[in-house]
């Protein structure tokens, strides 16, 4: 019980000490958040892509893919989209919020948390079957983020445009070049190489600074009814729903930690932008970012507990 409990510490408190060292720098005038933003920017677009490429890159296939995981994790998420496209709208009758609670439940922060996590229960690198289940989770929160948004805004979705955005997606570019750089064996010069794990190995630390900067629990909201609802939907629904179907599925250790990370993470960072740009409820979809984040350190904290005491993980 107390070995158990230790690791659930591990897991939680180097991230509550980032968050609230970048809470503290925006307290004090160290940075503001309009400053972190386009700091924000900079993680989205080259800290994430490089550390999703240097993880698959560094990967060993010769055991092959982790098929039974993703298969489950896919399915999952389309199930968990599938509900989203429809629920929401029972909630209320404005699409601009309607969508984005549905991407706030489909659009996990796993990228950051997953890294987070699986390094600390497993130690650092040893993050394989998350990078591997990647390869499936990241494309396809934002093929449904863009369908659901796309949804609210016009009552339905272009496959070319959604087609289009996913391929824009930093991360996807990021790994489709990992992919490319490993099948054909092209070699990375040491100085860039350098450059690159540098870069990536300090992608969790700026991220979860940056999430710290953005909290801002005292914002006000245009919804606190749905913004509640997203919250029980994102952080205790979706995790109470698949996450005995995955001990059932026989998952244990990594990749039980993996479905973790999809199931009990907070909404991404990336769900506020995106939904300001497709012209949804941008202020609702900041503070289930904020708020979540926030409860995901005591929610991770006892999944991780109970999974951890249990021997399952």
Known sequence: MSESFVAALKVVCPMMIMMAVGWLCRVKGVISRPAMKEYDRVIFNV?????????????????GFAH????????????????????????????RKSCVIGQAVVRCNYIIFGVAV????YGEGNIGMVVMLGVVV??????????ILEAGRSGKSSPG?????????????????AFVFKAFNIPIAAPVWSVIRSIANSTTTVSFLSLGVGLDMAGGVSDKRLLHWGIFLRMLIVPLMFMPVSVLMGFRGQSLCAMMVVFASPSAVASYPMAVAMGADGQLAGQLVCVTTV?????IFLWT????????M
């Open 305 to 312: 507990f109970g999974l951890k005491s249990l021997g399952l």
């Open 161 to 177: 445009k959604l087609l289009l955005a996913v391929l824009k997606n930093p991360m996807i570019i990021g790994a489709i070049f």
């Open 138 to 147: 990241v494309p396809a929160i934002n093929i449904f983020s863009a369908i």
């Open 68 to 95: 039974k995981e993703m298969i489950y994790a896919g399915v999952c998420l389309f199930v968990i989209f599938a509900l989203c496209m429809r629920m929401p709208a029972y909630l209320t009758d404005d699409p």
């Open 118 to 121: 699986s390094e600390a229960l």
């Open 295 to 299: 409860l995901s350190v005591l929610t």
């Open 47 to 63: 800290f994430m892509p490089l550390l999703l490429f240097k993880n698959i890159y560094e990967m060993d296939f010769s055991g």
